[in-house]
């Protein structure tokens, strides 16, 4: 970090000048003008921060900067601001786009060469994010259209050779984009509270099939942690089992390693469901970075050992003893295990021999619908 010292009266920059830093005040106070008018465009002082338009859009200083006390200030650098602005969500990225062309349009034009290399940024950076606006306003349409499905996947009881019950999954038909999947338009969903709409659906359609399947038969839901942290969202699941006749033990949800960065949260969403009577399972299992921590701190009801694991078990013995010593833990804690992912018999077979309740997978069968799913023999 760079502190600068000024005295009164002193220039920090002149319009037209290279835009190379941004300053936040440290103490005293700074006059923005427009220096062919003499316009006074703000006065800042400690703590704001200026120069950062032309850092923004990398174009030159169009206004100049003036001390007028005695002044300290912190040099930020432009790779620090822009490092930033590129991580950031494309939507932020369109709003200080508009909102920098704004502030510009206002100010006398100096240069209008410059202008024009601005608004090549500006829109750049606009259709980024407004084409994510716009995919999430027709994901909202969707949802009320009833273009958003819900298909059911078989979760394959591999001891008994029989269906045990399915995994919720959903589909988003895009009228002209097509199928989007769930990858896209569910972490879509999440930054905004349409993941509580979609989950609301997903746990109305998954009830409803439940209701009309023996009651051996579970289905799986995925949840994502702003429904966990709404209050109101177990409730509306509880109402909705309740007006449907249905045990809570039919319904399991499924974390994501992933989800849990906090334990002490973590834990509260475990109680808050387990009260209620739901299975916790802990999905995709083994790719998170707190897999064994994982397993001491919280207390899951089912294991889904992730795909890359399946995938890879009879390619080599050290895979095969690392899903031996998951099995080995998972029947000492009393956990149920499933294998997520198993595409070939050979894979069933050793599945078979370690042990594991269940499985899911295309040798089981693909996502289908609700129709389909009643057809099937349980
Ligand atoms: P997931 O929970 O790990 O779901 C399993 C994914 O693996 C599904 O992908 C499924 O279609 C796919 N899959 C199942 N069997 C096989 C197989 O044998 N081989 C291969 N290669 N893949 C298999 P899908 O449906 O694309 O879903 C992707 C992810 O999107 C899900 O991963 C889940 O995290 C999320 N997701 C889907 N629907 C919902 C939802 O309604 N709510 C939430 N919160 N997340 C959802
Ligand atoms: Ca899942
Ligand atoms: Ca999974
Ligand atoms: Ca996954």
């Not at 601001?81 to 950031?88: G, K, P, W, Y």
């Not at 038909?173 to 199928?179: I, L």
């Not at 839901?221 to 177990?234: E, G, H, M, P």
């Not at 599945?351 to 499985?359: I, R, T």
Request: glycine share 6%; hydrophobic share 40%.
């Amino acid at each position: 970090y760079h502190i600068k010292q000024y005295n009164k009266g002193d220039i920090i920059f002149h319009g037209g000048d290279r835009s190379d830093c941004a300053y936040i005040i440290e103490s005293g106070q700074v006059e923005i003008f427009v220096e062919s008018t003499g316009a006074i465009i703000d006065i800042l002082s400690e703590g704001e921060l200026f120069g950062e338009m032309g850092v923004l859009d990398q174009s030159p200083r169009s206004t100049s900067a003036k001390a007028i006390t005695a002044l300290t200030l912190l040099e930020v650098r432009t790779a620090q601001i822009t490092n930033r602005l590129a991580e950031s969500d494309p939507i932020v990225k369109a709003l200080v786009g508009v909102l920098l062309k704004r502030f510009r349009s206002m100010l006398p034009s100096s240069n209008t060469s410059n202008n024009l290399l601005l608004d090549q940024v500006a829109s750049v950076i606009e259709q980024a994010g407004l084409s994510k606006f716009k995919l999430e306003s027709e994901l909202r349409t969707a949802i009320n259209q009833g273009d958003v499905q819900t298909v059911f996947q078989p979760i394959h009881d591999i001891q008994d050779d029989r269906i045990a019950g399915f995994e919720a999954l959903s589909r988003w038909s895009h009228p002209t984009r097509g199928f989007i999947s769930p990858v896209e338009f569910i972490a879509l969903a999440e930054e905004t509270d349409l993941i509580i709409e979609v989950g609301d659906l997903v746990f109305s359609r998954a009830i409803e099939l439940l209701a009309r399947l023996p009651d051996h038969v579970f289905i799986n839901i995925n949840v994502s942690s702003k429904q966990l942290d709404d209050d109101q969202f177990l409730n509306r699941v509880l109402q909705k089992i309740k007006s449907h006749g249905i045990s809570p033990n039919r319904l399991k949800l499924e974390i994501t390693e992933t989800m849990v960065v906090d334990f002490n949260l973590a834990r509260k969403w475990l109680k808050k469901c387990q009260d209620i009577g739901f299975p916790v399972c802990a999905d995709d299992f083994g790719t998170g970075h707190s897999g064994m921590e994982q397993l001491v701190e919280l207390c899951f009801d089912v294991l889904k050992v992730d795909q890359v694991f399946i995938r890879n078990m009879n390619k080599s013995k050290r895979h095969q003893t690392i899903l031996q010593t998951i099995a080995m833990m998972a029947k000492q804690l009393q956990t149920q295990l499933v294998a997520e992912g198993v595409e070939v018999a050979e894979q069933l077979k050793t599945l078979k021999d370690l042990g594991f309740d269940y499985g899911q997978g295309y040798l089981f069968g693909k996502p289908m619908l609700e129709a389909d799913v009643l057809q099937l023999q349980f």
